[in-house]
């Protein structure tokens, strides 16, 4: 009883002198020595731990939950954890995220004879590192898969949450760029610019970027309802090469109001490249301008396509977009005219836009609207587009272009399974007869994890007709049945 007691006495004496200084314990401990309650040996050993117990350093707190099971508060304002990608940050002056998107795509087409015997010389024709173009002629069916998408992208904000970058890196197969088109996949900047934000109403951005033109050319392809963008939407972006280029923009945010603008001044050839990077610089002191201005008249239903939100009120948005331009050197062939450069033929060939080849220097201005609808699983979306095209030379004479799209999908499970139909069109040169390009798919996508985790299934009929004045002969319609299956996943 006596041994308990007093190990009980030692064990709060114990305590006492870890919460309160050693020399405050002193009191109770000669008290308990004068009683004969404890022992010299056991009086000494009780200052001894309480002494101990006040020098031993605290114990560092583990790292804590900060935000959620993502993120981990570090301490002295950082933190570290997954949002979209897994990213750091430093207070409110500097973050890092990290991203990766992959796609795998499998694609089988069924090609009818004409494929082989004349193939397209007009709208997709092979240009040739000296220039010479030929016609895309594909003589057995077409059964591949491919890496089609691989990106790598770092994005966040310095100095403060205002000042934010994008840099994003692409190794695809068989891209189209203004870089040289081939077989082999080629690593190279596709984005980088700077957004300034501290003016909601004017924000800048600088860099190179996707034109704010159009809707589905700007939207992202890693959220698309079909596993890629349409013939009619890549035709007619307003350098009629390629959705990105280098320039300036300076645009509304789009997240704090309804009605919004956007007026950006750009090169006017495509991603890693200047007029004065040309083989024969030219046309340096001509500039690409593009214009935008889009309207929420129902919600909020942003550009990502699909409902898959599974929006319980009417989302309705339109927009009018136009580009122009000047001073595009069009001749496939090198010579001594200025601005001539296969990397920007071979682009253009690449986006459905041959006709424009050889036509010397041109200007072009393009209108485009679109409109998107979503409710309850139901997504409706739209564009319609006309290009101006205005030659220097008189002798060159080509008609303008025009064409549209119309798409849509629904839930049949909300989140889930979305079922998606798309019809387009285009007629690439209005002063030539029986040249137009139609296309019809339907698909099935099965989302994962949205869009950063899906796959996605569709099957459709592209129609390419072509004039007798196009081929030299008779008039030929070029037929593919194509199945495409891709799966895509992001973190």
């Known amino acids: 009883m006596r041994r308990l007691a007093i190990s009980v006495l030692v064990v709060t004496a114990w305590l006492l002198g870890g919460a309160i200084p050693a020399a405050a314990a002193d009191p109770a ?226 997240k704090k109001y309804p009605i919004n603008y956007a007026f950006g001044v750009f090169n006017g050839v495509g991603i890693n490249l200047t007029r004065l990077g040309l083989n024969t610089p030219g046309n340096a002191n001509e500039l690409m301008y593009v214009g935008r201005v889009t309207a929420d008249l129902m919600g909020k239903p942003g550009y990502p396509e699909g409902d898959l939100a599974y929006s319980l009120t009417p989302q309705m948005a339109v927009g009018l977009s136009y580009g122009y331009n000047a001073g595009l050197q069009t001749n496939a062939t090198p010579t001594t005219d200025p601005g001539v450069n296969t990397q920007i033929s071979s682009a253009i060939a690449s986006v459905g836009n041959g006709r424009l080849l050889n036509q010397g220097v041109v200007n072009l201005g393009t209108t485009g609207v679109d409109f998107i609808f979503k409710y309850k699983g139901l997504s409706l979306q739209s564009e319609g587009f006309v290009r101006n095209v205005d030659t220097r030379d008189p002798s060159k004479r080509i008609g303008n272009a025009t064409g549209f799209y119309v798409q849509g999908g629904y839930f049949v499970v909300p989140k889930t399974i979305e079922v998606v139909g798309r019809y387009s069109y285009m007629d690439p040169d209005t002063h030539s007869a029986q040249d137009t390009l139609t296309s019809a798919l339907g698909g099935l996508n099965w989302y994962l994890n949205g869009h950063e985790h899906k796959l996605q299934f569709d099957y459709g009929v592209v129609t390419t007709h072509l004039s007798a004045v196009d081929t030299g002969g008779g008039a030929v319609t070029l037929i593919e049945n194509r199945f495409r299956l891709q799966y895509t996943i992001v973190f």
């Open 29 to 254: 401990l000669n008290l308990l020595l004068k009683k004969g309650v404890i022992t010299q040996q056991e009086y000494d050993q009780a200052l001894k731990e309480a002494g101990q117990a006040e020098e031993a350093p605290k114990a560092t707190a583990p790292a804590k939950d900060a935000d959620g099971d993502n993120t981990v508060d570090l301490g002295k304002g950082i933190k570290f954890g997954y949002d979209r990608g897994l990213y750091t940050q430093f207070k409110d002056k500097f973050q890092l995220k990290i991203r990766i998107r992959l796609q795998f795509r499998y694609t089988d087409s069924s090609l009818n004879s004409a494929y082989g015997a004349v193939g397209d010389t007009k709208n997709y024709p092979n240009v040739a590192s000296n220039g010479v173009i030929a016609s895309r002629q594909l003589k057995e069916d077409v059964s591949e898969f491919d890496v089609r998408r691989v990106r790598l992208v770092f994005e966040g904000f310095a100095f403060n949450p205002e000042t934010t970058y994008f840099v994003q890196f692409r190794n695809d197969t068989n891209g189209t760029t203004t870089q040289p088109t081939t077989t082999r996949s080629t690593t190279q900047i596709f984005d980088a610019y700077i957004d300034l934000k501290q003016i909601p109403w004017a924000n800048l951005r600088v860099g190179q970027y996707r034109t704010l033109f159009g809707r589905q050319e700007y939207v992202s392809s890693a959220l698309l309802q079909f596993v890629d963008r349409n013939f009619v939407a890549e035709a007619f972006v307003p350098n009629g090469i390629d959705r990105r280029d280098q320039g300036v923009t300076i645009h509304s945010d789009e």
